[in-house]
């Protein structure tokens, strides 16, 4: 019979975010933008990039209107900031500036029904243009 040896356990870390103790294989990393640790339960991934949550970046206008982070439509956006705009220096400044502005617009937005529906509307030709844009680039592929 064979004996075997000693049980080595992973270093574990407490997680920034949340405040519980993971062993380092659960760990997403440090978030680019206020150097939290941050678990891969906690972690909001952009790319390669790590954000806590407080940190991560969202369409704040877009969200409000929907309701939901996880709207098909928020995603189009998303693609559409991530491909286009993050991708040179202009777009860039209008996207910081769009964080920088957009969160108390947004709060306005969620509590009216209204304007929920009228953003929703405006949105409605912009999504549907990144969106026949995108699926012609995925069908090129």
Do not use: H
Not at 18 to 47: D, E, R
Not at 48 to 74: L, N
Not at 117 to 140: G, H, M, T
């Amino acid at each position: 019979m064979m004996r075997e040896g000693p049980i080595i356990s992973e270093p574990q870390y407490i997680c920034d975010v949340c405040g519980k103790k993971k062993p380092v294989s659960q760990m997403a990393g440090k978030c680019v933008k206020c150097g939290k640790y941050v678990c891969s339960q906690c972690a909001k991934l952009k790319g390669d990039r790590v954000y806590c949550a407080q940190c991560a970046p969202s369409c704040f206008i877009a969200t409000a209107a929907y309701g939901t982070p996880m709207a098909p439509e928020i995603n189009i956006l998303r693609k559409f900031r991530d491909k286009e705009l993050e991708s040179n220096d202009i777009g860039r400044c209008l996207v910081t500036l769009y964080y920088t502005l957009s969160p108390p617009i947004a709060r306005v937005i969620s509590r009216s029904k209204n304007m929920r529906a009228w953003i929703r509307l405006n949105l409605k030709p912009i999504v549907l243009a990144f969106k026949l844009k995108y699926n012609k680039v995925n069908s090129k592929s």
